[in-house]
């Protein structure tokens, strides 16, 4: 069995976060493979301590500003075959992420995937037109993420999106899914 990272960030989910977590322990419980939870805080907020226990979550305090700089410190703290980016508040993502890790583990069609927000269905096409948001959830092999050279440490909301972008470019097979 592969290990899985997941990785939340406190600031950009924020008061979502404890709904957040719920919905992926119990999406979780479901999982064929291990996993890992890693929790990044630039915040110092004082109830992370406790939500992070709660959850067994590893809490990783950060000085960064940036998304992209947060993120690039959890992954190098994290020992995960896959990286995972959860969505924010969607309960499918989560349940995606296992059904779509089954099947990277039995074979590797894809380097990496999306799973959109979503959306509207007049809404839909503007996705095509726009890419990816940071409220999508993401998932990565590592070999992927180190051959980029990670997120770009400068990038807030974007991160998530560019590293998408820079995969794609590398040729990296990268899946747009529906749930």
Not at 32 to 60: F, M, N, S
Not at 112 to 141: C, E, Y
Request: with cysteine; net charge positive; charged share 25%.
């Amino acid at each position: 069995m592969t290990l899985s990272s997941v990785i939340f960030d406190a600031r950009a989910a924020g008061a979502k976060l404890p709904r957040n977590l719920v919905i992926f322990e119990q999406a979780a419980r479901r999982w064929q493979g291990g996993y890992e939870l890693l929790l990044v805080d630039d915040t110092g907020d004082r109830r992370l301590p406790a939500l992070a226990q709660r959850h067994q979550a590893t809490l990783l305090s950060c000085s960064s500003v940036a998304l992209g700089s947060r993120l690039n410190a959890a992954v190098r703290a994290s020992r995960g075959e896959f990286l995972l980016f959860p969505g924010l508040g969607d309960r499918r993502a989560a349940d995606w992420l296992s059904h779509r890790l089954v099947d990277v583990e039995r074979n590797s069609d894809w380097d990496a995937g999306v799973l959109p927000v979503r959306r509207h269905s007049w809404m839909r096409w503007w996705w095509l037109l726009q890419g990816p948001s940071p409220r999508d959830t993401f998932w990565v092999a590592r070999p992927w993420f180190e051959r980029i050279g990670g997120f770009d440490p400068q990038l807030g909301s974007n991160a998530l999106p560019d590293l998408l972008e820079r995969l794609r470019a590398c040729q990296a097979r990268v899946s747009i899914e529906t749930a």
